[in-house]
């Protein structure tokens, strides 16, 4: 059915009519939104986020890095980059934690370096010389380092409100003062809060872990002094661990693993 111009012309006048009214409408609106004031910009940065007590030297996360890095990391995550943010973990996700931490690939490298240095010593635990006394040294070394996990991460820090992660000083820090830094995360840790305090859970954990050794050592290495001995010798491996955390994202991306 055809149309008349008429009907052509009356269609065409009421679109210009509409059109103007909506154009004048979009005038006022975009005048009314030029007199709102901006909105005001977050001034919080990433560090105090994660909860980094920045009053200390020794924890000021590294503000110059010229490499892209998320700025929140997964919750479950063991090291956390300076300048990184995560989210505060409850009791329950801290035992998570642990056993996560002990399913990962770091704990069976750890474990295993932990029985060929016993084994190429032959201490403690002495199990022998052979093949399959290496086996059982790794055996050994796995279990002791499950037990310090569970105790010092899933049970003592949730009883002393303390944060498990190991939060790394950054590159944009002279070396020796992160080596520093690094050997001292085994008397110091940070509470939920973010400040730092004596590291009561590991010091804890490893008490604990050193006494359970005497249910599978071999008998020449049972006893208070032997566990004494083993008490020690693991801190001064915990030491070596934090070194590690440290440095750990430098050297990938040193070897272009990370960027």
């Known amino acids: 059915m055809r149309m008349s111009l008429k009907t052509y012309s009356t269609f065409g006048a009421a679109l210009l009519v509409a059109g103007s009214a909506f154009g004048q409408q979009m005038a006022l609106r975009s005048a009314a939104d030029a007199s709102l004031p901006d909105a005001p910009s ?43 943010s995560v989210e505060r973990l409850t009791s329950g996700q801290k035992m998570l934690y642990a056993f996560r931490e002990q399913a990962s690939i770091n704990a069976l ?21 052979n093949k399959e006394a290496f086996a059982q040294r790794f055996g050994a070394a796995y279990a002791r380092q499950t037990t ?44 939920d809060e973010g400040r730092n305090r004596f590291n009561a859970p590991l010091f804890a954990g490893y008490a604990v872990a050193a006494g359970v050794n005497n249910a599978y050592y071999p008998e020449y290495d049972r006893g208070a002094r ?34």
């Open 148 to 191: 310090q996990a569970v105790m010092t991460d899933g049970i003592f820090s949730p009883i002393f409100h303390d944060d498990p992660r190991y939060y790394v000083l950054g590159s944009g820090h002279k070396f020796i003062n992160r080596v520093f830094y690094a050997a001292t995360r085994v008397v110091v840790v940070k509470s």
């Open 226 to 259: 032997e566990t004494g001995i083993g008490f020690l010798t693991s801190l001064a491996g915990a030491a070596v661990s934090f070194e590690v955390s440290e440095f750990y994202h430098d050297a990938l991306r040193l070897v272009h693993l990370k960027h």
């Open 42 to 84: 977050s001034s919080v940065s990433a560090a105090e986020k994660s909860g980094l007590d920045l009053s200390s030297p020794l924890i000021t996360p590294q503000s110059n890095a010229t490499y892209n890095k998320p700025a929140m990391v997964s919750k479950y995550t063991t090291i956390v980059d300076s300048g990184q």
């Open 109 to 129: 490298i750890g474990a295993t370096a932990s029985a060929g240095l016993s084994h190429a010593l032959d201490n403690a635990p002495h199990y022998g010389h």
